[in-house]
């Protein structure tokens, strides 16, 4: 039976393999032929927002529940 915790761990791993191919191997192969691959393989700029965006957000996050934290318990 699967459990919200092995979907997790699936989705995660297929995003990376996703973007490392976008991100790092796609300078070395050819084209896909899947237009939404192809399309941010050939983009030199907000390829890198997509792969940036999740650890900046879990940053805000944890960040914030640190400063609610102290705000709690001063």
């Not at 940036?52 to 944890?62: D, E």
């Amino acid at each position: 039976m699967l459990n919200i915790g092995h979907i997790i761990t699936t989705l995660t791993a297929a995003f990376f393999v996703v973007a490392s191919y976008v991100i790092l191997f796609n300078t070395f192969l050819p084209l896909s032929g899947v237009y939404a691959l192809d399309v941010f393989a050939q983009d030199t700029h907000y390829k890198y927002f997509a792969l940036f965006i999740i650890p900046m957000g879990a940053y805000f996050v944890i960040a914030n529940w640190v400063g609610w934290q102290y705000y709690q318990n001063s």
